[in-house]
């Protein structure tokens, strides 16, 4: 369904040296599939998937939804195009002076459906899929965020896309409103057949939603495996993100004879106790991924 | 108070004066100020469609005009005045300058207001495959709409005062007629009741901008 062909994207600042976002990536999302991608703040993993409706386009490599390679048309085609591929984000995105149900007809109104009744009756019929239908006629400040996030998934939806991209949608959200749209995109995943891609550093999303995981590293995709691997006895992730997947969560050590440092290597699969190194980041990601339990 | 009593035809002819000046200055100000200030956010060198050499050209002569103290400008573009209404005297020439100074404060406004949005929504609706124009009209002015009536009470306000300027090209309006009376002649009440005019005004002007901006506001919650 997704095809990316050696995608790399590298960001040239004037007076900067050019950071490379993402580096010579290619991954296959199967139709229907859900493909989670995860890794550390910076690992690229939102600039991938922003490479796949071409908000940010790449500068080197292929990419194709549905036959159709994106990076070959033009304007005008590209954005036709991207009236099949929804995408939510961390910070939902909506228009705060509209209403919830004017928000979702949005998406109707730029794929050019014209007649204004037509749009807000699959408006509505969107909400529904989410589950809001008495507040639609309120607006974004009055809602709480999991009802947020799913206006921006009806939203997302209204279009009938065959892609849904996602881009951290959860990582505002706490744990119990968490579950909640992530069952949402699981619903809509298995009754529409929707290709979804989530990008996260939320290990439990990860293992809650995905079919397949991609492990992402400085630009790099370092690590693929079928999520069902996760539930296997003796699977052993080459990485330490991959470790984490399997680990209990954050665990401290608080007898204070640990000097204070933080060297250890993470990259490093020997040095990776589950859940044992002391990076900061590692720490905040075991933290929200334990709250769920 | 008789004095002032006296001087109420000219009191009123002053007020119709201002009147006259905010009427026509602000709305095309709006009017021509609105598109430009977007053009200078579509346009930014980090904008929606960068054009960093355009932007450059425009900006810089956007600044020019507003650096511009409004009583040199008066003086400096009375050629133009003449060519626009064929006169430079009374209180069609001061309407010239006082437009002309209105636009890029007015376009200076809007990109900031439009700037201050973030970039969100913008992002979510180049997802969904909208056009520049679709995000301008649905999006950016419809988020922007409380902070740009907003930034026409201010700009309303800050023209009532420099409409004071006028009588140095013999514009007239409550200003004027404060410093002429009131400075050149001494007729302090009529100085004072001038001022309490434009004090009314500008508090008319400032408490209907805050009661239309809060009402079309619907980030906060009711």
Redo the contacts between chains.
């Keep these: 369904m997704i095809s990316l062909t050696h995608v790399s994207t590298t960001f040239a600042a004037r007076g900067r040296e050019p950071l490379t976002a993402v580096d010579d990536v290619s991954l296959e999302v199967p139709r229907g599939s859900i493909q989670g991608i995860i890794g550390f703040s910076g690992a690229g993993k939102s600039t991938l998937l922003r490479n796949i409706n071409l908000l940010e386009r790449p500068t080197a490599g292929t990419v194709s939804v549905a036959g159709t390679e994106l990076t070959s048309l033009d304007d005008a085609a590209l954005r036709q195009a991207r009236h099949q591929i929804g995408m939510i984000f961390q910070g939902f995105n909506l228009v705060n002076n509209l209403t919830v149900a004017q928000n979702v007809e949005l998406s109707l109104k730029f794929a050019g459906v014209k007649d204004r009744r037509e749009r807000l009756r699959r408006a509505a019929e969107a909400l529904e899929i989410v589950d809001i239908t008495d507040k639609t006629s309120v607006y974004p400040a009055q809602l709480s965020g999991g009802q947020k996030q799913r206006v921006a998934i009806a939203r997302a939806l209204a279009t009938k896309p065959e892609v849904l991209l996602c881009d951290e949608p959860t990582s505002a959200l706490d744990p119990f409103t968490t579950a909640t749209v992530l069952q949402y995109l699981a619903d809509v995943n298995r009754e529409f057949g929707i290709t979804v891609v989530i990008v996260t550093h939320e290990m439990e999303v990860i293992k809650a939603l995905a079919d397949n995981v991609a492990v992402m590293e400085d630009g790099r995709v370092v690590e693929e495996f079928p999520a069902s691997e996760l539930r296997r006895e003796g699977f052993n992730p080459r990485t330490s993100i991959g470790k984490y997947l399997l680990s209990d969560g954050i665990r401290l050590d608080r007898s204070g004879e640990r000097p204070h440092e933080s060297t250890s290597a993470p990259q490093d699969p020997d040095a990776a106790q589950p859940g044992g190194t002391h990076r900061s980041q590692h720490t905040a990601l075991a933290g929200s991924a334990g709250g769920v339990r | 108070m008789n004095l002032v009593i006296e001087r109420l035809p000219e009191i009123n002819q002053a007020m119709l004066e201002t009147f006259a000046m905010i009427a026509v200055a602000i709305p095309v100000a709006v009017l021509l100020g609105t598109p430009l200030g977007i053009w200078l956010f579509v346009h930014a060198p980090d904008g929606l469609a960068p054009r960093p050499r355009s932007h450059a050209i425009v900006s810089g002569l956007v600044n020019m005009i507003r650096s511009f103290p409004f009583l040199i400008l008066l003086i400096a573009i009375i050629p133009f005045t003449r060519f626009v209404v064929g006169t430079s005297v009374g209180t069609a020439a001061v309407i010239v300058p006082l437009t002309i100074n209105a636009i890029p404060y007015f376009a200076r406004l809007v990109e900031q207001n439009i700037t201050q949005l973030g970039s969100?929504?913008v992002?979510?609706?180049?997802?969904?495959?909208?056009?520049r124009g679709?995000i301008i009209r649905?999006?950016l002015l419809?988020?922007a709409?409380?902070g740009l009536i907003g930034s026409i009470t201010i700009t309303t306000v800050s023209f009532i005062s420099y409409s004071a300027m006028s009588g140095l090209v013999g514009g007239g309006g409550i200003g004027d007629l404060a410093i002429r009376y009131g400075y050149y002649r001494y007729e302090t009440p009529t100085m004072i009741a001038a001022i309490v005019l434009m004090v009314l005004l500008v508090s008319l002007v400032q408490f209907t901008g805050t009661r239309v901006a809060r009402a079309?506001?619907?980030?906060?919650?009711?």
Aim: proline share 4%; aromatic share 0%.
């Design positions: 969100g929504a992002e979510a609706s180049r997802a969904m495959g909208a056009t679709q649905n999006v419809v988020d709409k409380p079309s506001d619907r980030r906060i919650t009711a």
